[in-house]
């Protein structure tokens, strides 16, 4: 009699144990897959960062490269992993003053600098990486495509 009702036992529980796996193997997936999508969100911004800055410190090196739109944009889209990336850089010059600030935005091809003393002439570059992002599930309230930007932006050195 033991026998029988230890066997009955046994099956109860091999039968309870899979109803539990039905029940929550749905979550689990879920939840794999919601990881596996905002780590990849999160390693697309990181590589736009990287894009962004690699093409900022193409253009900060020199003068002569700060004027090197394409080379900016370049730099930038190749030095990343992921495709789909696009560039925009921009070249900026002001007169600054002593006290840091920058009232004049000023053409960068003036030479000398028209900038009156005590003023003096501060060169920037900005470059700005752009992806898609798709996302693999669907989530309420999340678009399934995300536009990320990610901008950096170097003081060039003359």
Sequence with gaps: MRSG?????????AGAAFVELVVTLPVLVALLIGTADFARVFYTSIELTNAARAGAQFGAKNLGASANISGMQGAATSSVNITGVTATAAQVCQCALPDGSFPDTITCTATPPPCPSPRFRVITVSVTATATYSMIARYPGIPRTLTINRTSVMRVTE
């Design 5 to 13: 009702s230890s066997q009955q036992s046994r099956s109860s529980q």
